[in-house]
């Protein structure tokens, strides 16, 4: 199946933990991204990647690092991980935004 | 910062009435997207309007996008019980899909039989 897939589905971890989040994507689309859900629902863009380079960084704490090894991967890496960081995370990839984006199936944080 | 307001934030109606989810912006936007999240899942596309005064319709759908580009809604006609669900509009700051996507708050729609 053609698809963004994520991994994990759900994540539990403790307070000052690195954890990272997967992603793939086989939709040939150039560039990928990481959403943030937050309770309310309200989704905002943390990053982009389009051919290996960091398009956009929005004002997320540097503990967040995106990691791209190649075109069809964007996984997104959290060091020293705080309460605030429950949320679900969502990867999304597009081909130049034409015809909408593709989004993942989320990755539930939770740090306890 | 481009922002969107949607609303209404939450709708509940009858099964075979009619709804209009409404999306604006003081920007201009270079396409306005609308998706449907299901709970636990991620937000699926519905549609993506690209032109001033663009009108798209999927079976009883109707989304249109203001002349301006600057703002859009989203009509169901005959709303039924599986149009339940989280409706997002989404736009895109620039052509290339590089800036990512502007989410509004969103619409919890529940069509009750």
């Known amino acids: 199946d053609t698809a963004v897939s994520q991994t994990p589905k759900y994540l539990v971890t403790q307070m000052g933990n690195d954890k990272s989040i997967k992603c793939e994507q086989n939709?040939?689309?150039?560039?990928m991204y990481w959403y943030k859900q937050d309770s309310k629902k309200f989704l905002k863009i943390m990053f982009s990647?389009?051919?290996?380079?960091?398009?956009i960084n929005e004002t997320v704490p540097n503990r967040f690092s995106p990691k791209s090894p190649d075109k069809a991967h964007l996984n997104l890496h959290i060091n020293s991980l705080e309460l605030g960081d429950s949320a679900v995370y969502f990867c999304?990839?597009?081909?130049?935004?034409?015809?909408?984006?593709?989004f993942g199936s989320g990755t539930r944080l939770t740090v306890v | 910062t481009q922002l969107l307001e949607q609303s209404p934030q939450f709708l509940s109606i009858q099964e075979g009435e009619n709804l209009t989810v409404y999306c604006n912006s003081s920007?201009?936007?270079?396409?306005l997207q609308w998706y449907r999240q299901e709970p636990g899942e991620g937000p699926v596309l519905l549609v993506t309007?690209?032109?001033?005064?663009e009108v798209k319709k999927l079976k009883r759908l109707t989304f249109q996008f203001g002349d301006a580009r600057k703002d859009s809604s989203l009509h169901i006609t005959a709303a039924q019980p599986g149009d339940t669900g989280l409706y997002l509009c989404?736009?895109?700051?620039?052509?290339?899909?590089?800036?990512?996507?502007?989410f509004g708050k969103g619409t919890h729609l529940i069509i009750q039989p």
């Open positions: 999304a990839s597009s081909s130049r935004g034409i015809r909408g984006y593709t």
């Open positions: 939709l040939g689309h150039d560039t």
């Open positions: 990647y389009n051919n290996k380079e960091l398009i």
């Open positions: 920007s201009v936007f270079s396409s």
């Open positions: 309007v690209v032109t001033g005064g």
């Open positions: 989404a736009g895109a700051r620039s052509g290339g899909g590089a800036d990512g996507l502007t």
